[in-house]
């Protein structure tokens, strides 16, 4: 068997048993620990790399499974304690917009975990399986305020309960909803996350801001929320029937991020200040006892000589920023769009020596 629970029948955490007799202590008890702990790179990005090229990336799971089990395996050589599942995209709102057949969310999903089981067990290390939990191709209702430009909430609630159950049913050890542009699907998508009763991670992507009263500088969602924002979202209940959702979040970060012009906002300076930023909002709420993630884009994407896409910032520009980054409160440390197996062996090496 992969993954057997054991009992917590004393003073020992809860373990799991993965292949080959590997003990892992069980993903809550690990964020009792004060270790920091380095996530995974790109995916997709990387599936270029491979030159992989597909109108939905879940596709991958079941059209190129030994490079998807590669990649995994690339990243937990390089270091990584948790990867991510090649989910990102899976959903049938995702499915339906590539023009794939919608009902193939779910095995692409079980799929995904699969693929990063077989990874870790052909490597003899310790690690996490994130569920990856992607938004909606679009604007939904609850932010456009119709469908006639926004997606249908009740078809967003749909979609993430698909992939998120599956997810859970197929034992990935936490859920990382991830590059939210609404503040307010993301209040949904926990909703509906916290039915798995397994570790809640969401993650929001943001823009700079400036406020043109005080000039103060604040990252804001593609809906003009801020940290402090959601929050509020969170705990408001709006979405889920009355219950604020704080409680059931174990961890809260950003991720992806990119200006067009700002190389001070994108990447890890990026990273930096929304995690300050973060930091400052649950101080200001009266938040304890939640983690901080950060896990930024590579710098701005631009095209090369040969018009393919590279990004601005290399291994060793990131990895410099890494102990600012802890520094400013973040516990789980790992890269987005663009970032490499280089890239987080070069965090590694900063997270270990700082």
């Known amino acids: 068997m992969f993954l057997l629970k054991v009992a917590n029948l004393s003073q020992c955490p809860t373990i799991l048993i993965r292949g080959n007799d590997k003990l892992v202590i069980d993903f809550r008890e690990r964020l009792n620990s004060d270790i920091p702990i380095l996530y995974d790179g790109g995916f997709g990005s990387q599936l270029f790399a491979r030159e992989i090229q597909l109108a939905n990336s879940a596709i991958a799971n079941e059209s190129h499974p030994d490079d998807v089990i590669g990649i995994h395996s690339d990243y937990i050589n390089a270091g990584a304690e948790v990867i991510g599942t090649n989910t990102f995209v899976v959903s049938p709102l995702h499915l339906e917009m590539a023009e794939q057949d919608e009902s193939d969310a779910e095995r692409l999903t079980r799929l995904a975990v699969q693929h990063a089981k077989t990874a870790i067990e052909k490597i003899d290390k310790p690690v996490y399986i994130s569920g990856s939990v992607g938004p909606s191709p679009g604007a939904i209702e609850a932010d456009s305020g119709d469908t006639t430009f926004g997606i249908a909430n009740d078809k967003v609630r749909e979609a993430h309960k698909l992939v998120i159950h599956t997810l859970a049913e197929e034992g990935v050890d936490f859920l990382c909803l991830e590059t939210m542009f609404s503040a307010k699907e993301a209040a949904i998508a926990v909703d509906i996350a916290r039915e798995a009763d397994l570790p809640i ?10 406020e043109r009263r005080t000039g103060q500088e604040i990252y804001k969602t593609d809906w003009g929320h801020s940290a402090l924002d959601f929050l509020e979202i969170l705990s408001s209940g709006e979405f889920s029937n009355g219950d604020s959702l704080v409680e ?53 994407p631009i095209l090369d000589e040969e018009y393919k896409t590279v990004y601005t910032q290399k291994p060793e520009d990131m990895a410099k920023y890494v102990p600012e980054l802890m520094d400013a409160g973040a516990y789980l440390i790992g890269g987005c769009c663009g970032t490499t197996p280089n890239h987080i062996a070069a965090f ?7």
Not at 201 to 210: D, E, F, G, I, S
Not at 251 to 265: P, R, T, Y
Not at 348 to 354: E, I, Q, W
């Open 348 to 354: 590694r090496k900063n997270m270990d020596s700082h």
């Open 248 to 300: 059931y979040v174990d961890i809260i970060g950003l991720n992806c991020g990119a200006e067009s012009k700002l190389d001070e906002h994108t990447g890890m300076p990026y990273a930096i200040n929304g995690t300050n930023q973060l930091r400052e909002a649950m101080e200001k709420k009266g938040i304890a006892g939640i983690k901080m993630m950060a896990y930024p884009n590579a710098g701005m």
């Open 201 to 210: 991670a969401v993650n929001l992507t943001y823009k700079w801001t400036k």
